[in-house]
């Protein structure tokens, strides 16, 4: 009797602790979507700007780079969002080519291509498969 006891306290206590982690997790996601909020299609602020090597003799042009307008707090959420978040991010018509642009910029990616593709109906259009797929290997190593 006392070790069906000890048992079904055993049970009620896991049992418990699987819920709290499921309301964790929610909590977690739903402060996530709170901190990447700022990454949206209508609102992403950005330039691209043709730059050049700036420590190399003679100086010589290294191509068109994206570059964002961002808090520091911003800057910082960027560089720590996860694989599996920056692919559901660029799968989201609300975020895809704010995301894109980011990528861009956290990796120094070449944008000479983004010129000619600067509405979000020419990138999707022309790009965004390509784009895509280059970010999904990209990422698979950072």
């Known amino acids: 009797m006392k070790f ?3 048992i079904l306290g055993f049970l009620i206590i896991a049992t418990s602790s699987c819920c709290a982690q499921k309301a964790h997790s ?3 996601k739903k402060n996530i ?12 602020n950005f ?9 190399c003799f003679p100086i010589f042009d290294i191509g068109y780079r994206v570059r964002v307008k961002l808090t ?29 642009i980011l990528l861009y910029y956290i990796y120094n990616r070449d944008a000479i291509v983004l010129l000619y593709n600067r509405s979000i109906r020419d990138w999707r259009d ?5 784009d895509i797929i280059y ?8």
């Open 4 to 6: 069906n006891l000890v």
């Open 26 to 28: 929610k909590r977690e």
């Open 33 to 44: 979507t709170n901190e990447l909020s700022f990454i949206n299609n209508k609102s992403i």
């Open 47 to 55: 330039s691209i700007k043709k730059v050049a090597c700036e420590t």
């Open 72 to 100: 520091p707090k911003q800057d910082s959420i960027i560089v720590r969002i996860k694989r599996r978040e920056w692919l559901s991010l660029l799968n989201d018509e609300t975020t895809d080519y704010a995301a894109n």
């Open 126 to 130: 022309g790009m965004k498969e390509d």
């Open 135 to 142: 970010w999904e290997k990209k990422l698979k190593y950072h």
